[in-house]
């Protein structure tokens, strides 16, 4: 018996490194996942990777940033389904400004990482809650960033976005506190990622340098909590800002 047996997952930006790694540990312990990404492609692969594991995964193609994609893959999940009980808000990055001063960035330097990483929680997350009060059980884990706490040079539009995040995760998780729903954030340090792995080695040297653990994180210790996240093991725990830091965070 897997924990997740006859739950299902809507897991956003699943065609990316840890949004599949938390796929594959949900699909593992018995979940049926949808997973929502913005590339066709890459949210194929995901979706085949899955069902070659025995995974029972489908596939919504959207922005996450755009209602419609919320609504639609909501819908697909209950047509298929009958029920949704984990949301993994997962997708997210930076955006085409997203490195500079904010001297030297334009007005609209905010609206690509707002709408990826944090419209993206909000609409997913608005369109799930009517279906899981209805059965008074859900587990919303929103995946913000340790930016989103202590805020990183260069990086307004990332670690406003990301903040905004945490914000949505406190607020919602005490709008729901009193029914079945627990919703909970994590915040990761560097995890050696694609984007990370295409930076300049000073640029990691740096990010790597202030963590007491002396090594970014990987994908599968990302998974790993939100596994329990996800789980009905999180009980007792909303609202809450999970880090997965490596000793970096100061609060």
């Known amino acids: ?44 692969t995901a979706a085949a990777r899955l069902g070659e594991a025995g995974v029972d995964a489908r596939l919504a193609v959207g922005d996450v940033g755009d209602p ?27 955006g085409t400004y997203d490195y500079g001063n904010i001297w030297e960035l334009p007005t609209d330097a905010l609206d690509v990482s707002f709408r990826s990483n944090f419209m993206g929680a909000f609409n997913f997350t608005r369109a ?9 059980y859900g587990r919303i884990v929103n995946v913000a960033s340790v930016a989103g706490k202590e805020g990183n040079p260069q990086r307004v539009p990332y670690s406003a ?15 729901l506190a009193l029914t079945g729903i627990r919703v909970n954030c994590i ?23 202030k963590i007491p653990m002396g090594r970014t994180g990987t994908v599968e210790e990302m998974a790993a909590m939100v596994a329990w996240l996800s789980s009905k093991e999180c009980s007792f725990s909303t609202g809450a800002i999970f880090d997965v830091s490596g000793g970096r965070a100061t609060h």
């Open 68 to 94: 419609a994609t919320a609504e639609e893959a909501v819908q697909a999940t209950i047509d298929a389904w009958g029920r949704i009980d984990i949301l993994i808000n997962n997708a997210g990055g930076g």
């Open 161 to 175: 976005s990301k903040a905004a995040v945490i914000g949505l995760t406190k607020s919602v998780g005490k709008e």
């Open 1 to 44: 018996m897997g924990r997740f047996d006859g739950q299902t997952a809507i897991i956003t930006g699943a065609g990316g490194e840890i949004g599949f790694a938390a796929a594959a540990r949900l699909g593992a312990e018995g979940a049926s996942i949808t997973v929502v990404d913005f590339h066709k492609e890459r949210g194929d």
């Open 128 to 136: 799930v809650a009517p279906q899981m009060m209805e059965q008074d």
């Open 187 to 209: 915040t990761p340090a560097v995890v050696m990622t694609r984007p990370n792995r295409e930076l300049e080695q000073r640029e990691i040297d740096y990010m790597v340098q």
